[in-house]
């Protein structure tokens, strides 16, 4: 080989790895900006769908308030309360089914005050079933309101849920009432940045929903009624996703445009 190539070939190395050097770097910082971008993505959108569940269960307070109001001045209900009336015994078995719709509930249960149920609006002959832990369990859930695993003529469902209560004649008499968990109406522009929403239940594997990039999770409560008399309450995890698959799709440092070799 001539002084000259070897000579050429020296400035070429001099010249090749710093650049390669600086790629390397460059690349790393992308990673590094994207994957903080990804996180705080993450962040902010747990923390949008525990706003957005808070709302939901407001909505439900709101209009289980406004169910209370109703029965409490009702004089059918009033004349039920205090009278073995089985003309108005029939008339509040229907209740919760005719007051369900209109609320925008879908499920609704009425209970004495030894948790008995009177009226079911989305299971008609639950009547007379005993569930008195149910509204305590909801109601320790705090801000971010407790799901109901509950079943129906249908199946099983899951519901956001909330509870009230009023007397009546001295009597206590409680409300249950919630709307169908939509995990993606929760997020509805999610999927298309590459994030998701998943709800793990207890009873599902521990790396069901969080095994598919960078993830973020809150904690909510979570009550147990599909079993008549073994009403129970554990911790599901709403957990959001990003996909780390566009910081696969990087370029390698020194590769070129076209993806050949320089001639």
Not at 186 to 208: E, K, T, W
Not at 235 to 247: D, E, F, W
Request: positive net charge.
């Amino acid at each position: 080989m001539s002084f000259r190539s070897r000579l050429f070939l020296a400035f070429l190395l001099l010249l090749l790895v710093p650049l390669g050097v600086l790629a390397i770097g460059v690349r790393r910082e992308m990673e590094r900006r994207v994957t903080t971008e990804y996180r705080e993505r993450v962040r902010s959108l747990a923390e949008l769908v525990r706003l957005d569940l808070a709302r939901e269960g407001e909505q439900i307070t709101r209009r289980l308030a406004a169910l209370r109001r109703e029965l409490a001045s009702d004089n059918r209900f009033r004349t039920a309360a205090v009278q073995e009336d089985p003309a108005m015994r029939a008339w509040q078995l229907d209740w919760a089914g005719d007051a369900r719709g209109p609320t925008g509930l879908d499920y609704l249960w009425l209970q004495d005050s030894a948790g008995r149920v009177l009226s079911s609006g989305h299971f008609r002959n639950e009547f007379d079933r005993v569930e008195p832990d149910l509204a305590r369990l909801l109601a320790t859930a705090g801000g971010v309101p407790a799901l109901l695993r509950a079943r129906t003529a249908n199946g099983e469902v899951l519901v956001v849920a909330r509870t009230d209560s009023f007397r009546v004649a001295g009597r206590l008499y409680r409300l249950i009432g919630g709307k169908a968990l939509d995990i993606p109406a929760l997020a509805p522009a999610a999927q298309a940045r590459g994030l998701g929403v998943h709800l793990r239940l207890p009873d599902q594997p521990s790396g069901s929903g969080d095994s598919l990039g960078l993830a973020d999770a809150f904690a909510v409560t979570l009550v147990d009624a599909r079993e008549p008399g073994s009403v129970t309450a554990d911790t599901a995890s709403v957990i959001v996703t990003q996909s780390l698959a566009p910081l696969a799709a990087l370029p390698p440092p020194c590769s070129s445009p076209s993806g050949s070799r320089p001639g």
